[in-house]
């Protein structure tokens, strides 16, 4: 099966420029080297830190970040070599929910406006446009009576929703969520997810679903993919990612995940130290410095992304180790 | 009023405790230019020497409007209009605004949400925590930093020495919580209100720095207020838990019952709602997450009898019109609901 998108070896580097004159100090690798897919109709999870590259990898895959290497195919097209006008045509197909629903709706803009602007972007007539955003504000729990309001008069989670259907106009294949609901609260939350795996259902869409919560994700998404100062550290199915984590900070990850369960509330399993700059990342693996395993061929080599299961794919020097021995993996960090 | 327990942790009940800080009937109002906001409305609550009370609800409940007014720092146009704080057996809502200022800081200390912003960025470190001993104290400046470096080196900053020179932005965000705990604890207070201190950091951080409040607070004995919207952190960090919604207080009992066997629909509701790993969620026989229909009133406005009853699966009709009271239905454990047993107000 051909993935929806094919996304290999990309790069996304920031130069850095320091001093008076602004000379070149260095280079942030914000995404370096990123492969991965997401096939039709499945949630594939993005998770890591904040700083990790994970949202600006999502950017990247829209071109709205040009990359500075690897390649982006999408429903079979390579989207790198697009010109402006095909890439607008393709960004039909693929649509971006964003974190802040307050911060990403023009407030100036009546709901209405800003669900159907894509459907003037793209030379639709008036008449579908209306027909068009009814449709969709009913398709996400609103109604057509909504188009005429501004997005004050909207709670957090209705414009939420709002942003949900502005992704959906035109009936994209691929959505890209970046946090899309870390800034509501709990209650509207569920709400929401709900929404989105029912929306996933209906029209088949496939999510790049970007998220720090990992309880969130076990329930949402099919895989997972781990990201850490830029690249992909461990990508597995949901089941196998939560019940053998290969890589220690995925391990770590899940430990320092504050939980409700009553069996796991009592863990006080804390990963040391700090993610480093990705400035000047550390030499070897990146994760090195704050891995309790870490031997020395970690400091001295970036370990390569080894599949050692169908679908998990781990960049640990020791993941053998761990896979062929799981209750080993079973967290010894820390305390 | 509140009954005082044993914490789960600690399964000999002891003879109960008198609570240090005590809040009753509180109740704070946003006089704005639409009408009152009644953001706290009848709220008690209570925190016994060396426990950790939890205080969760979502945005809008009242959590950190009364934390603040335990401080007296209501921000206008919020004020305080009736209750009472009990404090080491003294009414706060009564003090001067001196006898306030020198019960700040000292008695009564303070973690932001934000350590970015609740730094001042024009003074150094050493600068900004050595004021508070040299006006609270009386010490000398040397005196001042000295402490300040022996309290940085505990709450796990290394080389405080260089640290009493740098400015916050020359910190990371779990750096600057860290010299944030350390202000709160230069003059060993007896409560540390923690609003949200980890809401702004990385899961990784968060663990450390929750696992840093759970080790000073055991080593001070300090009681600890903990405020925050995330159950897993109060899961992880509370001794009893008060759930807030809409400016009053549903229910109050130990962590260990509110996850186990909470009472109020409310709490109930809200668990459900909270994806879990563990609970093996399989693809095809996946469920829904059990939601809470409808959002939070409008405290303009509330609505009357108990604020929870348009979105209560069990209201029944004298829901709408009785305002519930708090009343204990097991030791230690209140909730407010009529149909649980409590006591209303007819409106």
Known sequence: ?335 | MLSTLASAADPTPMAAPKPLIEVQDLKVHFFTRDGVVRAVDGVDYGVNPGETLGIVGESGSGKTVSSLAMLRLVPPPARTVGGRILFEGEDLLTRTPKQMAALRGRRIAMIFQNPATSLNPIYSIGAQLSEILVWHEKASRRQAEERVAELLNLVGITDPLTRLRQFPHELSGGMKQRVGIARALLCNPALVLADEPTTALDVTIQAQILELLADLQARFHMSMVLVTHDMGVVARMANRITVMYAGRVCETADAATIFSAPQHPYTRALLESMPRIDQSYSRGARQKLPTIAGRPPNLLNPPAGCRFHDRCPEAIADCRRILPVETAIAPGHTVSCIRRGSPGIAA
């Open chain 1, 1 to 335: 099966m051909t993935p929806l998108l094919d996304v290999a070896d990309l790069a996304v580097h920031f130069p850095v420029f320091r001093g008076p004159l602004r000379r070149k100090a260095g280079t942030v690798r914000a995404v370096d080297g990123v492969s991965l897919q997401v096939f039709r109709g499945e949630t594939l999870a993005l998770v890591g830190e904040s700083g990790c590259g994970k949202s600006t990898l999502a950017r990247a895959v829209l071109r709205l970040q040009e990359p500075s290497a690897g390649q982006l195919r999408f429903e079979g097209q390579d989207l790198l070599r697009l010109d402006r006008r095909a890439m607008k045509a393709a960004r039909r197909r693929m649509r971006m929910v964003f974190q802040d629903p307050h911060a990403s709706l023009n407030p100036r803009l009546r709901a209405g406006e800003i669900v159907g602007e894509a459907f003037d972007i793209h030379g639709c007539t008036r008449r579908e446009r209306d027909a068009g955003v009814a449709e969709l504000l009913t398709l996400v729990g609103l109604g057509p009576e909504h188009a005429a309001r501004f997005p004050h008069e909207f709670s957090g989670g209705q414009r939420q929703r709002i942003g949900i259907a502005r992704a959906l106009a035109l009936h994209p294949s691929l959505v890209v969520c970046d946090e899309p609901v870390s800034a509501l609260d709990v209650s509207v939350q569920a709400q929401i997810v709900n929404l989105l795996m029912e929306l996933q259902e209906r029209l088949g869409l496939s999510y790049l679903f970007i998220s720090h919560d990992l309880h969130l994700v076990e329930f949402i998404a099919d895989r997972v993919a781990v990201m850490y100062l830029g690249r992909i550290v461990e990508t597995a199915p949901i089941q196998s990612l939560y019940a053998a984590p290969l890589h220690p900070y995925t391990q770590a990850l899940l430990a320092a995940s504050p939980s409700i369960d009553p069996d796991r509330r009592h863990q006080h399993v804390v990963p040391d130290g700090e993610v480093p700059s990705p400035l000047s990342p550390p030499s070897g693996c990146a994760f090195h410095p704050r891995c309790p395993f870490a031997i020395a061929n970690c400091r001295a080599e970036m370990p390569p992304l080894l599949t050692l299961a169908p679908g998990h794919d781990v960049r640990c020097w020791r993941a053998g180790e761990w896979a062929a021995a799981p209750q080993r993996a079973a967290i010894p960090v820390g305390s």
